[in-house]
């Protein structure tokens, strides 16, 4: 069971450990990072086929993570690297999509994505207040936005993808903010992996939300 507490009553010892899972955590999440640009650099040229196959995999390498998580953390941290390079390859076709249409997008997207990132999850790991509602409440309008995005593949319908890219980054900011407190709050180095692998997904998905937004002017 995951050990949570308040960061005030820590001790000196526990505010070392929690300093220490958010140095691993944080390693963690730049080490995926880096495994998924190497994955979206090599599937550049892949079909929406195979990018739909390693978006599978890549889940199950993810979902395995919950099992080994209690049991080896080498393997969960090998999991986590075998999700990253798959995830990127799943990305690739998008990326090399968005980046033939306006190559300045990809790093407009980069950089705001970091700025998104840090404030966002600056304002999570500060805050006092019980951020669990709120993850709920954007658990929730994350089903909500799927379903819309379903239909918008049917329907057309004027400022559409705006609206829904700029509804994605708030409820982005939502988890985000949730999951640097998850962060701030533990103290057992055995959830490191599992928390990166949160962190990284809501980096890649408001990464994905700005380069929508971004290349906007070029579709």
């Known amino acids: 069971m995951t050990q949570t507490m308040n960061y005030r009553q820590m001790g000196t010892a526990d505010r070392g450990q929690a300093h220490t899972l958010f140095a691993q955590t944080m390693g963690y999440v730049a ?4 495994l998924f640009a190497l994955g979206a650099w090599a599937g550049h040229n892949l079909t929406g086929g195979v990018g739909i196959v390693a978006f599978i995999l890549a889940f199950i390498a993810l979902f395995a993570m919950r099992f080994t998580a209690r049991r080896s953390v080498p393997a969960t941290v090998a999991l986590l690297a075998v999700f990253g390079l798959l995830i990127g390859l799943a990305v690739a076709p998008t990326v090399a999509y968005y980046g033939s249409m306006d190559p300045r997008a990809l790093w407009q997207a980069g950089g705001a994505t970091a700025l998104f990132i840090a404030g966002f999850g600056a304002a999570g790991y500060a805050t006092r207040r019980d951020l669990a509602p709120v993850a709920r409440v954007c658990f929730w309008a994350l089903v909500a936005l799927i ?17 829904y890219s700029a509804l994605g980054l708030v ?25 990166a692998a949160s962190i990284f997904l809501d980096v890649l998905n408001v990464f994905l939300f700005f380069l929508d937004i971004f290349s906007g002017s070029e579709r």
């Open 147 to 163: 379903v819309a995005g379903v239909v918008l593949t049917f329907v057309s319908i004027p400022g559409a993808d705006l609206a």
């Open 171 to 195: 409820i982005f900011a939502g988890f985000t903010m949730f999951d640097f407190q998850r962060l701030r709050r533990n103290t057992d180095a055995a959830v490191a992996p599992l928390l």
């Open 31 to 34: 080490i995926t990072a880096g």
